[in-house]
């Protein structure tokens, strides 16, 4: 596709369920971050990778925040027993490569954990 | 360390008349410095960016920016507002190279008045 894609874009969760997030980068993108945007507030990020290696995980709130991006394609963010704070939406976002400085965004996934 | 304020959380302006939205940094780099627009509903979509280059950055849609070291600002102005430009705006700071993290502002709600 032409720009990044996310899946789904709306979750409803209970307190205790795990979910798991997808992300489609834009084809050939090297870089890929995820990012945590809680109600109000700009976005905070959780961590990010470099092809299938995750080279960051200093924003990832908790051991119940687990990321992955085996094949250096698709990312899948994956939150086990979560929590009311967890509501938020997740974006994700691609960068072409190291040389490059624009960050590009999905739509994001509304996570509602009631 | 990086962050960003922005110093108004809610601006409204009328339409056709300026708009200027402010952003102060703190970097410990030489920091590379972005505005963000998120539409309701839609991903985030750059408008400008400073890299170092020019001081005076133009984006898309009319906006522009100046980097101003001696005040550490990075404000956001465009001539006359049109009711499109309605959304939230974020400014952001990086470190000076690709592949690093945004550190986002806790944005600004843009309103236009007809």
């Known amino acids: 596709g032409a720009g990044v894609s996310q899946s789904p874009r709306y979750k409803v969760a209970k307190r205790g369920q795990d979910v798991a997030l997808r992300c489609d980068p834009i084809s050939g993108h090297v870089s890929l971050f995820w990012y945590q945007q809680a109600l109000g507030q700009g976005p905070e990020f959780l961590t990010y990778f470099q092809n299938e290696a995750q080279l960051d995980k200093s924003g990832l709130p908790s051991d119940r925040f687990f990321a992955e991006r085996p094949e250096g394609s698709v990312s899948t963010l994956k939150i086990q027993r979560t929590q009311q704070e967890d509501s938020a939406v997740y974006l994700c976002a691609t960068l072409r490569d190291q040389t490059d400085y624009e960050q590009y965004f999905g739509p994001g996934t509304r996570l509602t954990v009631t | ?114």
């Open chain 2, 1 to 114: 360390a990086q962050s960003v304020t922005q110093l108004d959380s809610h601006v409204s302006v009328s339409e056709g008349t300026p708009v200027l939205l402010r952003c102060n940094y703190s970097s410990s780099y030489s920091p590379s410095l972005f505005w963000y627009v998120q539409h309701p509903n839609k991903g985030l979509q750059l408008l400008l960016k400073y890299t170092s280059a020019a001081t005076l950055v133009k984006g898309i849609n009319g906006f522009e920016a100046e980097f101003k070291k001696s005040e550490t600002s990075f404000h956001l102005t465009k001539p006359s507002a049109h009711m499109s430009d309605a959304a939230e705006y974020f400014c952001v700071v990086s470190q000076n190279s690709g592949n690093t993290p945004l550190v986002f502002g806790k944005g600004t709600r843009l309103s236009v008045i007809a």
